[in-house]
């Protein structure tokens, strides 16, 4: 078993649609969550961070994180065809472990 | 520049051949992580350098792979003996200090193809 499990998609919506990223981890220990944002042959840019369980929001990404079931999730509201880009979740130990990344297409 | 700078940033390279790829981390950052990403793939963690030594090379995939830091500050990694299985991009990430709460910054990479 992987340590962290992303749905691979890819996902298709419209512009204005509400997205929902998910991934789930193995390790209760794990403390910190990303989210990472990585545009087509660039690298990796952090977009979300939590540490525990709970919500934050930043704009139109709320990223949630629930220890319990071990679930992690980022929503997008009214998303733009700016927002097409491969999301990577993550957590942290001594290095950060990524989930495969869910490939996100926002259209017009 | 401000940001982590990998070069090259492309590099076609024959099987059996030796590369080197060579990693230029923020100032200041004590942290150096290098990743190795497939298509389609999240990035898969190689090794991760705190100063000059290689804290967790654990992800390393065999004895063809290696790295360093000599000073501190740029790192290269290097592979020997390629293999078309190499063919992928490199990451480079660096951090201010090796901690959960504190943000790594990556390069664009480099895309290594093994011919």
């Known amino acids: 078993q992987k340590e962290v499990e992303q749905d691979p998609g890819p996902l298709s919506v419209p512009e204005g649609a509400i997205v929902s990223l998910n991934c789930t981890y193995s390790?209760?220990?794990?403390?910190?969550f990303m989210w990472y944002r990585q545009y087509s042959r660039k690298g990796p840019e952090l977009l979300m961070y939590?540490?525990?369980?709970g919500n934050k929001e930043d704009g139109r990404f709320t990223a949630q994180v629930d220890k319990s079931s071990k679930y992690i999730s980022l929503f997008i509201r009214d998303s733009q065809p700016s927002d097409s880009a491969t999301y990577l979740c993550?957590?942290?130990?001594?290095?950060?472990?990524f989930g495969t990344g869910t490939r996100l297409q926002v259209f017009p | 520049g401000a940001g982590v700078s990998q070069t090259p940033s492309n590099k076609v390279t024959e099987k059996g051949k030796y590369v080197e790829l060579r990693c230029d981390p923020i100032?200041?950052?004590?942290?150096l992580y290098w990743y190795r990403q497939s298509l389609g793939q999240g990035p898969e963690f190689l090794i991760y350098?705190?100063?000059?030594?290689?804290?967790?090379d654990s992800g390393l995939p065999n004895d063809r792979f290696f790295a360093v830091r000599p000073e501190g500050s740029v790192s290269t990694l290097k592979i020997q003996r390629t293999e078309r299985g190499d063919s992928a991009v490199y990451l480079c990430?660096?951090?201010?200090?090796?901690?959960?709460?504190?943000?790594?910054?990556f390069g664009q990479g480099t895309r290594l193809t093994v011919v």
């Open positions: 990430a660096s951090s201010l200090i090796p901690q959960g709460n504190t943000e790594a910054f």
């Open positions: 100032s200041g950052h004590t942290a």
């Open positions: 390790n209760s220990a794990f403390q910190y």
């Open positions: 350098f705190q100063g000059t030594g290689a804290a967790d």
């Open positions: 993550a957590t942290y130990t001594d290095k950060l472990i």
């Open positions: 939590t540490y525990s369980s």
